[in-house]
């Protein structure tokens, strides 16, 4: 069956209060998670993570590295989750998924020229076409902002549904890069635009960019999906990227979560956290729960 | 109306992922069995012998004795605050003055913790706004107006600004530490000693601001406190030697103070009831409007004499607004005040509970359409559930009459004209809220409504340097600011 979808106007957005968001936020950072919910919370916070190495200096090496960290987070401990994903560059698409055989855990590539997006249209399709024809699940697109701060609407539109068709069956993230965006008037635009054109995820930043995800950004994304969802019944998934290293940052967006658009969404099939330093911290806190006692970082592998 | 395109609801509040219970330790604070009135700087027995029982409204346990004073323990601390003015506090620099409000101030901070804990365990309201708004406030307060004590020529430059004497000050059950410093602090500050009544349900932060008022140092007679109800709040009023009178409470005893004092000297300001207008354009950022209709009815239970409890929406927004309240409505958690999760807290008392009651069975039978949240409330103890009463009409009692609790009615309009009618047509005139995104309609709006107060695109919010009052049946003389110098002053 299909739903007929009414494209909306992106010049007219509805409005954001960005003080009424920072009150928001603040009231989700007051939430106090103790004891079996916070267990509960921090394993749910694990096998959310897209784990992710976007460097110039990655190497065949520290990709196996990190497959294989994200498959055995801490083989001493007892019933832990994997992390959702591996993300990584187009070229190391083939290797992570061949690591990674077997464990369900999928493989993320950036594409679409990451991080800039500076490039044509036929270089980003391309590059989209290489990661999925490698075996890629996901792949994680940048938006053009400057095609979107000029305010060629459409153009970003296209693009991002052009890019969609590429993907074929892998699923579509798109990175708005929402610290270039500058208000969060534009984060709810981007945040439709990619909705429409048929985003299955959209993630806030590349990581690259001061800032990457804030929490204002992600409540104001989130409340786009809902809008979204009151209106066709679809669900769209939420990644915030970069910049959320300790557990009791990514609880309060589990709460945020939570509070927004309910259970549904407690899920990594419906969210994500971008990141490469957060697992350590969920596991210490993990182990500190069970033991009562802080371990030093020394007892926890880093990839 | 907007309709909504489809019927797939989120799943809130009930999550598979809940928070643990958290509360908040009680093992730092100490609650005596029993509480005497603070008079001439001392913990003195009522002369009656009399006390009465203040309880825990969330489990509807006694916490402490409370003295009841009569006119003769009232009369005796008239005293106390006459002689201190004539023979110290009108004497002293008023430098000297400042020094002793800012050491008030500081001793609260510094008590913080222990205060939040009693005010949410005394009155009911959730530990995360006695932590986060109660307290705090109440310390900027004494802050702020430490400051002015001794800068009153230059905030009325050649006005030779001087003191009245004694204030008799009777304060309400819904911010009861707050109130009082709204209360003691500029009284102080202007030169003037006190006399102070906490409401009844609610004395032991007032009497916990007592000893730290003794332990503070501050000449004795200046501050006196007499717990009691409503004979105690009388003997007030009617001592012959009392300068200033100044109230918060509901206008039915504004009105009776009113009368009372007529042809007397005494000054006075009444803060009283009131039933605010909040009104939604449908321009307004929706998101963060459905925020400040929750925080502007279901802050403090609803026991705000400024909550916006009649919500105006824009015709053409109600459908989105009206869906998205009612899924915020299940985030809510209402239950133990002590729990640091909890939002919603306990109703003040059983006699408050049964006057929401009243009026929740009211506008049922008014027609308008009921609805509330689905959490759960604790079986002990006096709870309400947020509620809505969705297309109600400005003739009903509900939308007419002050209900003082988690209870919202919703009306719709569709022109500005319209709207600013409605929202005046009440007898109160305390407060209302905005939300546009238009600067040039905030303006308009502001300029209309009959309302001492008017927030745009937020609402309940609250600072020392800010004046508040009401219009009409909500009172007059406004308290926090400069011109909350002014009722103590003589010019």
């Known amino acids: 069956m299909k739903t007929i979808i009414t494209l909306p106007d992106f010049t007219k957005t509805p409005t954001v209060d960005q003080v009424g968001v920072e009150e928001r936020v603040a009231r989700f950072q007051t939430r106090s998670i103790k004891k079996e919910s916070k267990v509960q919370g921090l394993k749910l916070a694990l096998n959310m993570i897209d784990l992710t190495t976007l460097e110039g200096k990655d190497t065949e090496g520290k990709v196996k590295q990190l497959c294989y960290k994200a498959a055995h987070l801490h083989d001493v401990m007892q019933g832990l989750p994997t992390v959702a994903a591996v993300c990584v560059y187009p070229t190391f698409v083939k290797l992570a998924k061949k690591q990674l055989e077997g464990t369900g855990i999928k493989v993320a590539s950036v594409a679409t020229a990451f991080p800039s997006g500076q490039s044509t249209r036929k270089v980003k399709i391309e590059d989209t076409k290489f990661a999925v024809a490698n075996g890629a699940d996901e792949v994680d697109m940048v938006i053009s902002r400057n095609e979107f701060l000029e305010g060629n609407y459409n153009y970003v539109f296209d693009e991002i549904a052009a890019v969609k068709e590429a993907c074929a069956n892998a699923r579509l993230k798109v990175i708005l890069e929402t610290g270039e965006l500058s208000t969060l008037d534009n984060v709810r635009r981007a945040s439709e635009i990619a909705i429409y054109a048929g985003a299955d995820f959209i993630k806030t930043s590349t990581g690259k960019i001061a800032p990457a995800a804030t929490q204002p950004v992600t409540l104001v994304m989130l409340e786009t999906i809902r809008d979204y969802y009151y209106k066709t019944g679809k669900m769209v998934g939420m990644k915030p990227a970069g910049g959320i290293s300790t557990a009791k940052i990514a609880l309060q967006y589990l709460v945020m979560l939570r509070e927004t658009l309910g259970d549904a969404w407690l899920t990594n099939q419906w969210y994500r956290f971008g990141a490469s330093s957060l697992a350590n911290d969920v596991l210490m806190q993990l182990q500190k729960e069970q033991d009562g006692v802080y371990q030093s970082g020394d007892y926890f592998s880093r990839d | 109306m907007e309709k909504p395109q489809n019927k797939k609801t989120l799943s809130l509040g009930k999550s598979k992922w809940s928070y643990a219970p958290s509360p908040e330790s009680t093992s730092h604070i100490t609650i005596k069995p029993q509480y005497e009135l603070f008079i001439d700087g001392k913990f003195i027995k009522p002369g009656s012998g009399k006390y009465f029982d203040t309880i825990n409204p969330a489990t509807e346990e006694k916490l402490s004795s409370i003295a009841e004073a009569d006119e003769k323990d009232v009369d005796k601390a008239v005293k106390a605050a006459r002689k201190a003015y004539d023979k110290t506090w009108s004497k002293l620099p008023a430098k000297e003055r400042g020094k002793y409000i800012y050491r008030i101030a500081r001793l609260l901070q510094e008590r913080a913790r222990e205060f939040s804990v009693i ?69 102080l500050a202007t030169g003037n000693t006190v006399v102070l009544k906490p409401a009844e349900t ?216 319209e709207v600013i009618e409605k929202a005046n047509n009440i007898p109160y005139g305390l407060s209302a809220g905005v939300w546009t995104d238009k600067g040039s309609k905030i303006f308009n709006l502001t300029t209309k409504l009959r309302a001492g107060v008017v927030w745009a695109n937020t609402y309940n919010k609250f600072d020392p340097a800010s004046p508040f009052g009401g219009y009409k049946e909500s009172g007059f003389g406004r308290e926090g600011g400069l011109h909350g110098l002014m009722p103590y002053l003589k010019f």
Request: with cysteine.
């Open chain 2, 202 to 417: 609610t004395s032991l932060t007032a009497l916990k601001l007592a000893e730290l008022i003794a332990d503070s140092g501050l000449p004795d007679g200046v501050v006196n406190i007499v717990t009691g109800a409503g004979r105690t709040g009388a003997a007030i009023v009617n001592h012959p030697d009392i300068d200033k009178i100044a109230f918060t409470g509901s206008t039915d005893v504004g009105k009776l103070i009113q009368k009372a004092i007529a042809g007397t000297k005494k000054k006075a300001t009444l803060e009283l009831g009131g039933k605010a207008a909040n009104i939604i354009f449908a321009d307004a950022p929706i998101d963060q409007a459905v925020e400040g209709i929750v925080n502007g009815i279901f802050f403090n239970q609803g026991h705000v004499c400024c909550a916006g409890s009649r919500l105006f929406i824009e015709e053409s927004a109600a459908g989105e607004v009206i869906r998205k309240l009612k899924d915020r409505l299940e985030t809510l958690i209402v239950g133990d005040p002590l729990d640091k999760n909890t939002d919603i807290g306990a109703i003040n008392s059983k006699q408050q509970l049964a006057t929401i009651n009243k009026y929740i069975e009211i506008g049922k039978k008014e027609g308008a359409d009921f609805y509330q949240s689905s959490c759960s409330i604790p079986k002990k103890g006096y709870f309400c559930k947020p509620t809505l009463f969705l297309n109600a009409s400005q003739s009903h009692r509900v939308v007419q009459e002050e209900i003082f609790g988690p209870v919202l009615t919703i009306q719709t309009f569709r022109t500005v004209d």
């Open chain 2, 119 to 187: 005010e949410s365990m005394d009155g009911g309201k959730p530990i995360r706004e006695s932590r986060d708004i109660d307290v705090p406030l109440a310390a900027n307060h004494f802050f702020y107006y430490a400051g002015w004590a001794d800068k009153l020529e230059y905030a009325f430059p050649n006005r030779k600004p001087q003191s009245l004497g004694v204030a008799g000050q009777i304060i309400p059950w819904n911010f009861p530490l707050l109130m009082a410093a709204w209360k003691i602090a500029p009284a």
